[in-house]
């Protein structure tokens, strides 16, 4: 009878021992999504380093080390980490939606050749993640911007862009209200680009680029006085936007 009592302190212990194991059992890749996750970039590339080694196979780990890497504004490896991604799991809607985000980023920093080579991968990968998962957000986003921003002549079409546009706005009445602003604007539809963007505006009050867009568009119009008051409402809500600042200085400039 004495001798139970005198066995939960040990056994206290023991408890303890097991969840302090239980809880330092996370993986490398868990401490890298982590690190990535609180924007420690440095941190998450050292530790997928030698997740992501010639010989490895971790489709989970090329696909994060790529994010790193594109958040880092290093684009050539991100595209590198995301096609070896898409390579090792062709199922996953996300990796190729990784790819063509890459891609994206990659495509502003070459020639006007390498450009015309590089976007139709790009438009490959954000169609293969839509059809792999037709919800899949990053690549009807991709998708709307790809038609409504290339030419013609490289498969551009707005009436392809505002298609899937329209299945972003279904997903997400915000961005979907970004995305057809953009379109119009891309076919120089201001009026109408103005309209989408005062929607998204409505929908998300506190969001300062969607005022800053309208503003953007105001400006266009030549309201300036509109376009003024945008833009500082934009600065109100966040006063570090480079865009807007850089807007108001442009209107306030006398002309040439």
């Not at 989408?196 to 505006?201: I, L, N, R, V």
Request: contains cysteine.
């Amino acid at each position: 009878m004495n001798q139970i009592p005198a066995l939960r302190p040990l056994l206290l212990a023991a408890l303890l021992l097991v969840c302090r194991a239980a809880a330092q059992t996370t993986s490398p890749l868990d401490d890298a999504r982590a690190a990535f996750k609180a924007n420690d970039l440095p941190k998450a590339a050292a530790l997928l380093e030698p997740l992501t080694g010639a010989d490895t196979r971790d489709a989970a780990a090329f696909h994060l080390f790529s994010q790193v890497r594109l958040a880092q504004r290093n684009a050539p490896q991100a595209i590198a980490l995301a096609e070896k991604a898409t390579a090792l799991d062709a199922t996953k809607p996300e990796y190729f939606s990784q790819l063509g985000m890459a891609l994206g980023q990659r495509i502003g920093e070459v020639s006007l050749m390498e450009q015309a080579m590089m976007s139709g991968k790009l438009r490959k990968a954000f169609a293969k993640a839509v059809e792999l998962d037709p919800n899949n957000l990053s690549g009807l986003i991709g998708l709307a911007r790809f038609y409504s921003s290339a030419p013609e002549i490289a498969g551009g079409s707005i009436e392809k862009a505002k298609e899937f546009a329209v299945r972003v706005e279904r997903l997400d009445p915000f961005q979907g209200a970004i995305e057809l602003g953009g379109v119009a604007e891309h076919d120089e539809n201001y009026p109408e680009a103005l309209e989408h963007y005062e929607a998204a505006a409505k929908l998300k009050p506190g969001q300062a680029w969607a005022q800053h867009q309208c503003g953007r568009m105001l400006a266009k119009l030549g309201r300036k006085d509109e376009a003024r008051a945008r833009f500082e409402a934009a600065l109100k809500l966040n006063p570090s936007l480079a865009a807007a600042k850089e807007a108001l200085a442009r209107l306030d400039a006398p002309a040439p």
